[in-house]
């Protein structure tokens, strides 16, 4: 039953979705249509004040996701048929984890492959186990990442280690993904889903509307020249300035005291 496909556990506001899908968790067309729809119920909760993060992860320990399920490639390889077949459901889905308004953090346990590492890149922060690896092999196939890969990737990692991870297309560790930027923390071994919970805690300490306002700014800065950008950027410093969270930052900075920052 595809509802298995990806489960959603909400525990203390928030909101784990795993990939279920053994033993590789592979995106599947059904998974892609469970994960769009479980999305939606977390885009819900998120708009109703009821979550406080999205952690995405895999289950068991070998692999978080290792893309795609090739046996479903056949009837996709005529001219026209990938992209209402597979690839546009596929960038609908991983785009509402990546324009998730709370932060989203990917705890990759074992191998991120193709699209499974293309869906961690929607996510805000990477935690990945000591042991995870790491890959953009479509060239192998004669394929391209479709799904975010060369644009997530590349903004994260920059254009020339970008070509170097997507053309030769080896795997790489995770200390070598901390080291380029693609990895936020590396985890010891199993332990990606207990750091991605640690990150949540440090958030918490955090203005929502703030980090929420931060994230439209981040963005911006490849979406838009900079011309563009700096008077966006100028009208979401307003919105932080002239919000409660602000008024109560300030107030607890001049106190010495910890903030209590509301759910705007």
Request: aromatic share 4%; proline share 6%.
């Amino acid at each position: 039953m595809s509802e298995g496909l990806v489960r959603m556990e909400v525990q203390d506001g928030v909101c784990v979705l795993t990939l279920n899908n053994p033993p590789l968790n592979l995106v599947t067309l059904a998974l892609t249509r469970r994960l769009d729809a479980v999305l939606d119920r977390a885009l819900e909760l998120a708009r109703a004040g009821a979550l406080r993060a999205l952690v995405v992860t895999g289950a068991g320990e070998k692999a978080f996701c290792c893309g795609s399920d090739v046996s479903e490639f056949p009837p996709l390889m005529a001219p026209g048929k990938v992209v209402p077949g597979k690839l546009g459901p596929e960038n609908t889905a991983f785009g509402k984890v990546a324009g998730f308004p709370l932060p989203t953090i990917a705890a990759v346990n074992g191998l991120a492959f193709g699209g499974g590492l293309e869906l961690a890149c929607c996510c805000d922060l990477i935690v990945a186990d000591a042991g995870a690896r790491l890959c953009l092999p479509e060239v192998k196939l004669g394929l391209i990442p479709g799904s975010g890969g060369t644009v997530r990737v590349t903004r994260r990692i920059g254009e020339g280690r970008a070509r170097e991870f997507m053309l030769i297309a080896d795997p790489i560790d995770a200390a070598t993904g901390l080291g380029w930027g693609l990895v936020n923390r590396v985890a010891p071994p199993g332990g990606a889903l207990a750091g991605a919970m640690e990150l949540v805690a440090r958030l918490d300490g955090r203005s929502r509307h703030a980090i929420a306002l931060c994230k439209q700014a981040i963005d911006l800065a490849y979406d838009r020249s900079t011309e563009e950008a700096i008077p966006v950027v100028l009208d979401l410093s307003d919105r932080a300035f002239s919000s409660a969270d602000a008024q109560e930052g300030l107030r607890a900075f001049l106190a010495k005291e910890a903030p209590r920052f509301g759910r705007q």
